[in-house]
């Protein structure tokens, strides 16, 4: 995991830490809570109060003035200073869903009026791990994060450079964007599993996401989100009780044929999906290429 340490505090920045903690305590007493857990966890997470920030060092600027700053770097080069940027998370990089065993860190695009810069190695609030489901931001919510701004190209690649903030964490979560109500799933039919069991099977096997189970299964979910659909595949996270996620990776649709488009696979369809399962770093996914074998969605029908 990579991380960045957190500056040293001046007396005064103690007394305004000392402040915040104090005001965090009065907030947790309150009726009223700023925070809404994800899917599976219906309790109030008082470990991840909003009002609980440090106060930190950092230049405060637009997400315009960071992206000038990165493009006028050398390609990979960081810069010394930490800068503190706020907007809206417009897009989840990684899988939101699996947290506690899988990511200590998450990826996602941080988006102001200005325009819209990649956060990638982000910390939590404290510089700490992500632990639990419902410390991890959907897309919508506000937050600053803070971290070195860089100019990112993988080696060999021939694609444009990509301005990044990285190596940083949040240290203010303005509001948290609730998940919608779990629908419900029906009961497996037989020569089906649920996708509890699918985890279950899958977190059962080696994490090195390389050893398949020997045997493929006809995976019984609803989804709960598309995190990425690029040319026909869509990666999407399935559940059938709302408290554990099993990952479709770069799966397709009916027929083993592409998606014809994103409408064809959505949050609220339940489907049956057909593949071997891995343990990919603690993520319960599918292993080879995933099929549906049959889906709710509307689209298909027509």
């Given at each position: 995991m990579k991380t960045t340490s957190n500056h040293a505090f001046t007396a005064k920045k103690k007394y305004v830490v000392a402040a915040s903690l104090l005001l965090a305590l009065v907030m947790m007493s309150c009726s009223e809570r700023p925070y809404i857990n994800q899917p599976g966890d219906n309790s109030f997470n008082n470990e991840t109060i909003p009002v609980l920030i440090p106060d930190t060092n950092g230049i405060e600027i637009s997400i315009d003035s960071a992206i000038a700053i990165c493009k006028s770097m050398a390609i990979n080069a960081e810069t010394g200073e930490m800068y503190k940027l706020s907007g809206v998370i417009s897009?989840?990089?990684?899988?939101?869903?699996?947290?506690?065993?899988?990511?200590?860190?998450?990826?996602?695009d941080l988006t102001d009026n200005t325009g819209t810069i990649s956060c990638y190695y982000t910390n939590n609030l404290l510089n700490k791990p992500f632990r639990k489901n419902s410390e991890v931001p959907r897309?919508?919510?506000?937050?600053?994060?803070?971290?070195?701004?860089?100019?990112?190209?993988?080696?060999?690649?021939?694609?444009?450079?990509?301005?990044?903030?990285?190596?940083?964490?949040?240290?203010?979560?303005?509001?948290?964007?609730?998940?919608?109500?779990?629908?419900?799933?029906?009961?497996?039919?037989?020569?089906?599993?649920?996708?509890?069991?699918?985890?279950?099977?899958?977190?059962?096997?080696?994490?090195?996401?390389?050893?398949?189970?020997?045997?493929?299964?006809?995976?019984?979910?609803?989804?709960?989100?598309?995190?990425?659909?690029?040319?026909?595949?869509?990666?999407?996270?399935i559940s059938s009780n709302g408290n554990q996620f099993f990952e479709v990776y770069k799966g397709v649709g009916k027929d083993q044929a592409d998606f014809p488009s994103q409408e064809y696979i959505q949050p609220n369809d339940t489907v049956v999906v057909h593949s071997k399962l891995c343990n990919y770093k603690g993520t319960p996914e599918t292993s080879g290429t995933a099929s549906l074998v049959s889906t709710t969605n509307p689209h298909y029908a027509n």
């Open positions: 897009k989840n990089t990684t899988n939101p869903m699996n947290v506690p065993a899988s990511y200590d860190n998450i990826n996602f897309v919508g919510s506000k937050v600053t994060v803070i971290g070195v701004l860089t100019l990112y190209q993988k080696a060999g690649s021939t694609n444009p450079p990509t301005p990044e903030l990285k190596n940083g964490f949040i240290v203010r979560i303005d509001s948290m964007v609730a998940p919608p109500p779990f629908p419900g799933c029906p009961e497996p039919a037989e020569g089906q599993i649920s996708a509890s069991d699918a985890v279950t099977e899958a977190l059962a096997l080696p994490d090195d996401g390389k050893t398949a189970s020997s045997d493929a299964y006809d995976i019984l979910g609803v989804v709960t989100e598309v995190l990425e659909f690029t040319s026909g595949k869509a990666t999407y996270i």
